[in-house]
């Protein structure tokens, strides 16, 4: 079964009603779109069994962060996440900019959202605790739970599906995003949800992370790929004015040329952001063989073994962020012979009770501005 929403009428709140478009039209970027999902996650798939393990994630998955909070006006690169992950713990820490805060809550639940087990469905409860991790701490959020009577929600300016309708329909997305994907195919029915998503607007705030946040969830599930690593920010970042618009004619009117230019449009976005991904995939590997080849020159097996995991998953350290077991002393030498050879550089000196700072410079620059 499936729903969308339409405007009754001029500021009238959306009614919940099934899409006025065939699903298995003949869709002109399901083709290309599908093919260019499938190329990435083989790309994905052949990854070394290291990188699978956190490191393309972790560095993914902080653009991913940077973008979709950008789409909501948050500005924190991924590199600033990294730099307040090196910070967390230590008295800099306290004097961190909120903006990097609120990313950094969305990098913490987007983290979370990724270790539901594949064969577990996505339930309003597991929608509370990553809504929970995401606005922690943020005024008037209400973490955790959908809106209720009074309050309205809003979408694109308009009033969005009635607080009192907000579980009823919610609970048919989730049935719906739980469905086997018919002749349409996931990709289809993947941007049908999350327009549903953010026309039902189920909580106080937070909607346009969280919805962004289920997608790569619902294409793995729905067999598009194997991991929830399609991660499709960037592209809407880029294309966020076409994003929004397009979102606010569905609110608007909700036509079936409405809908048909939404999905065309979400086709494209996967696509452009698959062909994306593959290549910054295959980046990261050229990249890790670089660092790892050089790493194992200037320091040794031993060391190679002992911090690569460590720097390949945050190029940006303290050695009290290492939480290595090994000796200080030892680490301090494998350090002093990576900055030698250029491996790492010392980004900032420690002065006092502030630890000296080092970057791996081949690393970093894979996450470019953002």
Same mark, same amino acid.
């Not at 903006?99 to 969305?106: K, L, M, N």
């Not at 509370?128 to 209400?142: D, Q, S």
């Not at 680490?331 to 502030?354: N, P, S, Y």
């Given at each position: 079964?499936?729903?969308?929403?339409?405007?009754?009428?001029?500021?009238?709140?959306?009614?919940?009603?099934?899409?006025?478009?065939?699903?298995?039209?003949?869709?002109?970027?399901?083709?290309?779109?599908?093919?260019?999902?499938?190329?990435?996650?083989?790309?994905?798939?052949?990854?070394? #069994?290291?990188?699978?393990?956190?490191?393309? *994630? +972790?560095?993914?998955? &902080?653009?991913? @962060?940077? !973008?979709?909070? /950008?789409?909501?006006?948050?500005?924190?690169?991924?590199?600033?996440?990294?730099?307040?992950?090196?910070? #967390?713990?230590?008295?800099?820490?306290?004097? *961190? +900019?909120?903006?990097? &805060?609120?990313? @950094?809550? !969305?990098?913490? /639940?987007?983290?979370?959202?990724?270790?539901?087990?594949?064969?577990?469905?996505?339930?309003?409860?597991?929608?509370?605790?990553?809504?929970?991790?995401?606005?922690?701490?943020?005024?008037?959020?209400?973490?955790?739970?959908?809106?209720?009577?009074?309050?309205?929600?809003?979408?694109?300016?308009?009033?969005?599906?009635?607080?009192?309708?907000?579980?009823?329909?919610?609970?048919?997305?989730?049935?719906?995003?739980?469905?086997?994907?018919?002749?349409?195919?996931?990709?289809?029915?993947?941007?049908?949800?999350?327009?549903?998503?953010?026309?039902?607007?189920?909580?106080?705030?937070?909607?346009?992370?969280?919805?962004?946040?289920?997608?790569?969830?619902?294409?793995?599930?729905?067999?598009?790929?194997?991991?929830?690593?399609?991660?499709?920010?960037?592209?809407?970042?880029?294309?966020?004015?076409?994003?929004?618009?397009?979102?606010?004619?569905?609110?608007?009117?909700?036509?079936?040329?409405?809908?048909?230019?939404?999905?065309?449009?979400?086709?494209?976005?996967?696509?452009?952001?698959?062909?994306?991904?593959?290549?910054?995939?295959?980046?990261?590997?050229?990249?890790?063989?670089?660092?790892?080849?050089?790493?194992?020159?200037?320091?040794?097996?031993?060391?190679?073994?002992?911090?690569?995991?460590?720097?390949?998953?945050?190029?940006?350290?303290?050695?009290?962020?290492?939480?290595?077991?090994?000796?200080?002393?030892?680490?301090?030498?494998?350090?002093?012979?990576?900055?030698?050879?250029?491996?790492?550089?010392?980004?900032?000196?420690?002065?006092?009770?502030?630890?000296?700072?080092?970057?791996?410079?081949?690393?970093?620059?894979?996450?470019?501005?953002?």
């Amino acid at each position: 079964m499936t729903y969308s929403f339409q405007m009754a009428a001029k500021d009238a709140p959306y009614e919940y009603r099934r899409p006025p478009v065939d699903l298995t039209r003949g869709w002109a970027g399901l083709s290309a779109a599908t093919a260019a999902v499938t190329r990435f996650d083989m790309v994905s798939a052949s990854l070394p #069994a290291v990188l699978k393990g956190v490191t393309y *994630r +972790d560095l993914l998955y &902080r653009m991913e @962060a940077s !973008s979709s909070s /950008a789409i909501e006006g948050v500005e924190a690169s991924a590199r600033q996440l990294i730099m307040d992950e090196v910070l #967390a713990g230590t008295e800099e820490a306290v004097t *961190r +900019d909120e903006q990097v &805060r609120e990313a @950094a809550r !969305s990098l913490a /639940a987007m983290n979370e959202a990724a270790e539901l087990p594949a064969k577990r469905p996505i339930t309003p409860s597991f929608l509370f605790k990553v809504h929970t991790t995401l606005m922690e701490g943020a005024p008037g959020a209400h973490p955790g739970k959908f809106r209720k009577p009074p309050y309205v929600g809003y979408a694109a300016g308009r009033p969005a599906v009635d607080s009192a309708l907000v579980q009823k329909c919610m609970d048919d997305l989730l049935e719906f995003m739980a469905e086997d994907p018919g002749q349409e195919g996931p990709l289809v029915r993947v941007a049908i949800a999350h327009a549903q998503f953010e026309l039902i607007h189920p909580f106080h705030d937070g909607n346009g992370r969280m919805g962004r946040m289920l997608m790569p969830l619902h294409l793995m599930r729905a067999g598009a790929t194997t991991e929830p690593n399609l991660v499709l920010s960037g592209q809407l970042y880029a294309n966020r004015e076409d994003y929004r618009h397009l979102l606010a004619n569905l609110h608007k009117r909700g036509t079936s040329e409405d809908w048909v230019a939404w999905v065309e449009f979400m086709l494209e976005i996967m696509k452009e952001q698959a062909l994306e991904h593959a290549a910054f995939f295959r980046l990261i590997r050229q990249r890790f063989d670089e660092v790892s080849k050089a790493t194992l020159e200037a320091a040794g097996q031993r060391a190679a073994g002992h911090l690569l995991p460590k720097l390949l998953a945050t190029p940006a350290f303290t050695v009290p962020s290492l939480r290595s077991d090994e000796n200080r002393v030892t680490v301090h030498k494998w350090l002093e012979k990576l900055v030698a050879a250029k491996v790492i550089k010392v980004e900032r000196a420690g002065v006092r009770r502030r630890a000296t700072i080092y970057v791996c410079p081949a690393l970093m620059s894979l996450l470019g501005r953002k």
